[in-house]
């Protein structure tokens, strides 16, 4: 069975401040990853997502990961986080089977004090 | 577009009393999910639908918990009865059939559940 682990539950930054949050994955096979994001009072949403090729991915509002499969790892970067930065990340892992069932990690809440 | 509408937003009930949640998703979205989310953790898939179809709902308590899917559009989650470890944000979720295994799910903005 397919597992995520991410080690920051809360994370406090200021503004301008470089962000990484890490995220470690266990599945046997070929994985999917992604990051969501749910800023206060909103649904989560998809900030990028990593399927296959180059393993450094971007996404929306300056947010990047890097895949590196012998770590296992997926972690989440973004080199000057602004206040609207404040919200939960959520790493997930989904399998490559056909009906794709998508894991989530426990979350780890950004604050960014302006 | 309107996105995937949960309704109700908030529901407080006493243990043993039935609750139900509605999940209403994006317009041509054939895959629906019902995650639960407890205080402090990620989303817990319990049922995934392909159209009318439960394809997944090896995670879903049947002793209590049911859901349906009429006509492979709208969707019922149940909780009958409820305990107090029910507890928690029910969200709905759902993604095209399209798109291979980067299927982007669009969430709802969830139900949370107060057992007292």
């Known amino acids: 069975a397919q597992s995520v682990s991410q080690h920051n539950h809360h994370v406090i930054l200021s503004e301008a401040a470089s962000l990484e949050l890490g995220c470690n994955y266990s599945?046997?096979?070929?994985?999917?990853l992604f990051w969501y994001v749910q800023y206060p009072g909103q649904h989560l949403q998809l900030l990028l997502k990593?399927?296959?090729?180059?393993?450094l991915v971007k996404g929306i509002k300056g947010f990047e990961a890097e895949f590196i499969k012998s770590k296992f790892s997926f972690n989440l970067r973004k080199p000057s986080v602004q206040w609207s930065d404040t919200a939960e990340y959520f790493c997930a892992v989904g399998d490559s089977g056909g009906y794709q069932k998508v894991t989530f990690g426990t979350g780890t809440k950004l604050q960014v004090i302006p | 577009e309107a996105g995937v509408v949960q309704s109700p937003r908030y529901k407080i009930i006493e243990k043993k009393q039935p609750v139900a949640f509605w999940c209403n998703p994006i317009?041509?979205?054939?895959?629906l999910y019902w995650y639960r989310q407890n205080l402090g953790q990620g989303p817990e898939l319990l049922i995934r639908?392909?159209?009318?179809?439960?394809?997944?709902d090896s995670q879903l308590p049947k002793d209590r918990f049911s859901a349906e899917r009429l006509k492979g559009v709208d969707s019922t989650l149940k909780i009958q009865p409820a305990e107090l470890g029910d507890s928690a944000v029910y969200l709905c979720a759902s993604s095209p059939l399209a798109g291979g295994p980067l299927r982007e799910l669009f969430f709802g903005e969830g139900s949370r559940l107060t057992v007292l």
């Open positions: 317009s041509g979205h054939n895959t």
């Open positions: 990593y399927f296959s090729g180059d393993p």
């Open positions: 639908y392909e159209n009318e179809e439960a394809v997944d």
């Open positions: 599945y046997g096979g070929t994985v999917n």
